[in-house]
């Protein structure tokens, strides 16, 4: 199982940013949280297989149709404790 933490900066506050992600990583399978930071950069902890959480950061890139997606920064980490993807408070 794959487990790292994301880092999202451009503009991904105001356009949906975590609940498209939310609707992402439950298609693909992938477990873990999303959350909106005080620098206006969105944080994420992604886990799951391989192929899922790759095929995730790859649509992160993107984002949804009113994000504008700067930098994507990737650290490992431990895997989720609770099944499922969900917001979680910001930071």
């Known amino acids: ?27 693909l399978g992938v477990q873990g949280w999303v959350r909106n930071r005080s620098d206006g950069s969105v944080e994420a902890l992604v886990c799951g297989e391989a192929a899922a959480v790759g095929a995730l950061l790859t649509a992160c890139r993107a984002g949804p149709t009113m994000a504008w997606v700067q930098e994507i920064t990737e650290d490992f980490a431990e895997p989720a404790e609770e099944p499922g993807f969900r917001r979680t408070p910001s930071l």
């Open 1 to 27: 199982m794959d487990a790292k933490l994301v880092r999202i900066r451009g503009r991904v506050h105001g356009v949906g940013y975590r609940d498209w992600m939310v609707r992402e990583a439950t298609r």
